[in-house]
């Protein structure tokens, strides 16, 4: 009997390990990168460094850095997340840690909430903070400092092999024989509603905008016929478009997507709509002008590495650095623009 | 069936698997036969065991826990006639009578016999309903999935035992649980109280693991100190009673087509299968006298309905993304965990996984038979286990899986507040499984009616150009009023006789 027990608790610690683990495996991943890189550091890369040390100024971690993705564990912010952990170089390791929920409120109030000291940063869509200020949902963006944008994504407007639509002007001819009948399926922030109603009224059409969460959620009823126009990212959609499953018909974007060049852009159509949809990285409020100088130059630095321009590649993703200073100004141009858009549609909050 | 090919492929590429296969099955029948501790329980305390693994791997040990939790209860339901998981309650009537007459043996192994064969028979029904399932469930519009959670709450509300009027509080519950966070489809704020920490809502693992496993710890722990009984192993045979299941044929069939119908059918479960089969036998029997005495046939009738529920809860999991029974809500949680969100697309994006997941089912069936058989002395003494180390360390173990989730300290407080409410419910008679079945499907629920409503710009008439949904909202109109009328009936039938 009592050997049973012993064997009984030995399996119940191996599997609390393994849960632990989890926890870990993680940190533990990147550490052996991270490690690597910090030796390579002090001898070979002790050139570069110094050039950016140098040139910005003194500031560096000293402690291992915390990063919150605000998003579940191998979604895109996630991914890119450890991705950059792997290539960054520097002193100290970064450490992804997934806190979920709230479109991203939850790990962002989290962020906010820590000292402004470079220990704790954040992964996050701008367009997301955007959206939530317009709509009076959170204010988390005045409680953030902008460090880089990293990659980019493409919004685009896409149908299924049902409709029989193979371009642009197929559907727009369809919808504008046939008013209110195609339901637009939409996902993401209410940005990608407002610019939707804009799409719409530029090309003089109009459909049924019906929201869903989640870009499963609107393949799904792209594939049922539930919906006849999908508006998905491009990341979301590459295999299905190359699969043939899925039509792009334009891209609601400021430039064509590079791996679908011949889709138009909505602005060729006629529709001067440049919403982008990067993915970028912040820090809490007022953080000292030094740090901002150095992990904006810390992700410069990646986003100039080729290795990792070609590792996002693979996962959908295209890098496009934009610094603090440029990405802070796009970001308040775009609310700027999208203000009164979402005043006449009845968005804001 | 290239669904098939490519699921043995995943499987074979990470045989790994297997032996997480047996890991689970064992773990899964020690928890089906330790009364008070369940195959729900165990496949949510594992879940964040499989944050690390792939998804095959994870799912290889939380199926294995599934179907070995739910055949485990009969071990302690023959022995001590207590109901080892809440699934073998109508195992005990007649599997103990029979072990009192000096044949445990017997009864065991018809008993374990019978899961094996109603498992089987819903692996079958899995791998041949499913894909159909698959492709009629993409014509499922947001209307139809109203009208199918539509039926499954009218179902858990009059179906859950006890008082429908109580678990229908629980459900509303489950309701207002599912609406806090942000709300998807226009991101405003719903009952947060102003608190950031409620944006994302609450995690469905820390409410899963506080309703049952915190909550069943409280009410366990007030009977800690009472005598439990000694079981003997002495003299018992486990050979495959191929005399005695002469005549129970036709009740195994029986159960199994029922199980697994009623495990396709959203949110009731094993416990209804295994009555509705036992009522069934014992009615049609020659011999009804003999049921409830020791007969093989009601071992029979009750085992094979609640194993073949498993496979059947299976099915609308994976086509539908709605969980056939209480465990399969856990599993739900499982998937999703690992990325895969179920529904008819999975088939043609993850055809893998889905196959994985048919035959580990199927494997996991044999593995139960295979292990009860050899390994019966162990669980038997195992049943004796001290609760004083069990109990503390099952919420330590919860404690840690629902911090590794996401991070947050948040959710423990969310476990613990969940496990005394939970508690507090149970002491007022308010069933918890429709509390967790109304927080799974809330969503589902609101998001897809508003969405229908959108959709026809206002018009609720709309439904009714949809067969399938229109007949999902007469069959929940049937689900509630059928009972209520009966009800009312016996009630003037009663008063009549009495004034007569």
Redo the contacts between chains.
């Keep these: ?1 009592k050997r ?2 012993a064997l ?2 030995a ?2 610690m191996a ?2 390990l ?6 870990q ?1 993680s940190s533990a991943a990147q550490s052996s990168e991270p490690v690597q890189s910090a030796d390579g550091a002090s001898s070979s890369q002790s050139g570069s460094s110094q050039e950016t040390q140098e040139t910005a100024a003194a500031w560096q971690p000293e402690k291992p850095v915390q990063c919150i993705v605000p998003f ?4 895109g912010s996630d991914i890119l997340t450890r991705l950059i952990i792997q290539y960054a170089d520097m002193p100290t390791e970064m450490v992804a ?7 991203g ?2 790990g962002g ?1 989290q962020c906010a909430a820590a000292a402004p000291d470079g220990y704790t940063l954040l992964a996050h869509n701008p367009m997301n903070l955007i ?2 200020g317009l ?1 009076g ?2 204010d988390l963006w005045e409680q953030l400092t902008l460090l880089a944008f990293v990659v980019d994504d493409w919004t685009m407007v896409c149908t299924n092999t049902a409709t029989g639509w193979k371009t642009a002007e197929d559907f727009i001819n369809y919808a504008k024989e046939h008013p ?1 009948e195609v ?1 637009w399926g939409v996902t993401g ?2 940005i990608i509603i407002a610019d939707s109603h804009r799409a719409m009224e530029g090309l003089g059409i109009e459909c ?7 870009g ?1 959620e609107t ?3 792209l ?2 016929n ?1 919906i006849q126009i999908e508006v998905a990212t491009s990341a979301d959609i590459r295999n299905d478009v190359e699969a043939g499953e899925v039509i792009p018909l334009f891209a609601i974007a400021p430039n064509r997507c590079p791996f679908m060049e011949d889709v138009p852009t909505l602005s060729e159509l006629g529709v001067p709509v440049d919403s982008g949809a990067p993915r970028a990285y912040f820090a809490p409020a007022n953080l000292p002008e030094e740090i901002v100088d150095y992990y904006d130059q810390l992700f410069k630095s990646v986003c100039e590495n080729p290795e990792f321009v070609e590792a996002c590649e693979k996962v959908g993703m295209v890098v496009q650095y934009v610094g603090a200073e440029e990405g802070a100004q796009r970001m308040n141009n775009w609310y700027e623009s999208l203000k009164p858009v979402f005043e006449k549609y009845g968005l804001s ?1 | 069936m290239s669904i098939f090919a490519q699921g043995f492929q995943s499987l074979l590429n990470e045989p790994f698997s297997f032996l997480l296969m047996t890991f689970g099955v064992f773990f899964g029948i020690i928890f089906g036969c330790i009364p008070g501790l369940t195959a729900t329980l165990g496949v949510i305390l594992l879940i964040p065991v499989t944050y690390a693994m792939s998804p095959v791997m994870g799912f290889s040990m939380l199926l294995g826990i599934y179907v070995g939790g739910i055949s485990g209860g009969l071990i302690t339901a023959t022995l001590l006639n207590i109901p080892g998981t809440p699934s073998s309650i109508f195992t005990c009537w007649d599997a103990y009578p029979m072990s009192k007459n000096g044949q445990p043996g017997q009864a065991l192994s018809i008993g374990v016999f019978s899961s094996l064969m109603g498992g089987l028979f819903s692996a079958v029904a899995l791998i041949f309903i499913a894909p159909q399932l698959a492709k009629v469930a993409l014509q499922f519009g947001n209307w139809e999935l109203f009208g199918l959670t539509l039926m499954a709450m009218c179902i858990i509300a009059v179906m859950t035992e006890g008082d429908p009027l109580r678990s229908s509080v629980g459900l509303v519950f489950g309701l207002m649980l599912a609406s806090i966070g942000l709300d998807s489809l226009t991101g405003q704020q719903r009952l947060t109280f102003g608190s950031w920490q409620l944006l994302g809502g609450l995690a469905s693992t820390s409410i899963m693991m506080g309703l049952f496993a915190i909550t069943e710890i409280l009410m366990q722990t007030r009977e800690l100190s009472h005598h439990k009984q000694k079981v003997s192993t002495k003299g018992m045979s486990f050979k495959p009673p191929v005399k005695a299941l002469k005549g129970c044929w036709r009740t195994m069939g029986v159960g199994s087509v029922i199980g697994t119908f009623i495990g396709i059918l959203p949110a009731i479960g094993q416990q209804t299968a295994s009555l509705v089969t036992y009522n069934y036998a014992k009615s049609t029997s020659k011999t009804p006298e003999r049921f409830g005495k020791g007969n093989p046939e009601g071992i029979v009738a009750s085992e094979t309905a609640n194993n073949a529920v498993c496979g059947g809860a299976l099915i609308p999991l994976i086509t539908l993304g709605i969980p056939g029974d209480m465990t399969t809500a856990a599993l739900l949680g499982g998937l999703m965990i690992h990325g895969l969100q179920p529904g008819p697309l999975l088939f043609s994006s993850n055809p893998g996984i889905i196959g994985a997941i048919m035959l580990i089912f199927l494997m996991c069936n044999l593995v139960m038979y295979l292990m009860e058989l050899g390994l019966m002395r162990v669980f038997i003494r195992l049943i004796d286990l001290p609760r004083y180390l069990l109990f503390p360390f099952i919420v330590f173990c919860c404690i840690l899986g629902v911090y590794a989730l996401n991070n947050r300290i948040f959710d423990i407080w969310v476990l613990l507040v969940f496990g005394l409410l939970g508690y507090l419910f149970t002491l007022c008679k308010v069933p918890l499984s429709p509390i967790i079945m109304g927080y799974l499907m809330g969503k589902t629920f609101e998001v897809n009616f508003r969405r229908a409503m959108i959709s026809a710009q206002g018009d609720f008439g709309d439904l009714f150009n949809r067969p399938i949904a229109a007949l999902f909202l007469a069959a929940s109109i049937l689900f509630v009023l059928v009972p209520v009328g009966l009800r009312i009936l016996r009630r003037a039938k009663k008063s009549g006789a009495a004034t007569i």
């Design positions: 009997m049973l027990i009984l608790m399996l119940c599997a609390s393994g849960a632990c683990g989890s926890g495996s579940a564990a191998g979604g840690v997934n806190v979920d929920g709230g479109a409120l939850v109030q959206s939530q709509t949902t959170s209110g339901k922030t209410p049924t905008i019906v929201p869903y969460d989640g499963n393949r799904t009823a594939a049922g539930h909050g």
